[in-house]
């Protein structure tokens, strides 16, 4: 995905008539891997209560070897080489995989780094100083140079209109990826089941489905006692939870 965003961000700087520009929007989150697909381009435009930086590389390692023991449950492995089960649940490390998964973590930790160095004209050592996992909000992630400046989705299709040289009148399509997913593809998805076929007649069947649930939709009064259901907000349609939901700045 960076590399999709620098190659975007580049052809838009060698021809800016027929490419077209791209700008970073952090909404709520975009630390970690997010962040690091923001390093593309330029400009980075973050909410002052983004979550963003998170610089820095984990690895978890699980090891049931005790509970398995105390259970008496013994695992054999049929093996060719030393470490095809390397990230095996029954045994810890040995002293030569935590060393390959450590020289693995700072491997990619360097290049996390080189990447935010290009991108944010930092020096590898100041990247470090910043990174190492710390997470900032977007206030200080302006501040410290890590974001260009503070805005939106409304303040970055301004940034877009303007380098794209389209006259203030003119009305931009927004399309947002991926689609949406519902409660049933989130469990389809858990469980290893295709949710979606990209053929042109399951994507008319979608449409169409979409618009019946639009001219079937429910009253306010009911979406309102839906929304109190555990986990309800996250499979309302976009932009319903802020109508239906009351906001407090207390």
């Known amino acids: 995905m960076w ?23 952090m909404g709520d989150v975009a630390a970690s891997g997010g962040y690091y697909v923001a390093m593309g381009t330029r400009p980075v435009l973050a909410d002052p209560l983004t979550i963003t930086g998170s610089i820095g590389v984990i690895s978890i390692h699980p090891d049931l070897s005790g509970l398995l023991g105390k259970l008496g449950i013994s695992a054999v492995t049929s093996k060719q080489g030393k470490n095809p089960d390397i990230n095996a649940l029954w045994r810890p490390y040995t002293d030569d995989q935590r060393a390959r998964i450590q020289a693995s973590i700072s491997s990619t930790y360097d290049l996390f780094r080189k990447r935010v160095s290009e991108g944010r004209d930092l020096t590898m050592e100041r990247v470090h100083e910043l990174g190492r996992g710390h997470v900032y ?19 970055a299709m301004a940034l877009v209109r303007k380098q794209a040289d389209v006259p203030r009148h003119t009305r931009l399509a927004l399309r947002v990826v991926p689609d949406r997913m519902t409660l049933v593809d989130l469990l389809l998805d858990a469980i290893g089941v295709p949710r979606r076929s990209d053929e042109p007649s399951a ?19 009911v979406d309102l006692v839906l929304a109190k259901l555990p986990l309800s907000l996250l499979f309302l349609e976009p932009g319903q939870a ?9």
């Open 137 to 155: 909000t977007g206030l200080d992630a302006k501040e410290l140079g890590l974001v260009d400046q503070l805005g939106g989705l409304h303040a």
């Open 242 to 250: 802020h109508a239906i939901t009351t906001w407090s700045m207390d």
């Open 203 to 221: 994507r008319a069947e979608r449409r169409r489905a979409k618009r019946s649930r639009a001219a079937l939709r429910l009253p306010p009064s």
């Open 3 to 25: 590399r999709e965003v620098e190659l975007t961000a580049a052809a838009h700087a060698r021809d800016p008539k027929f490419e077209p520009p791209i700008v970073v929007s």
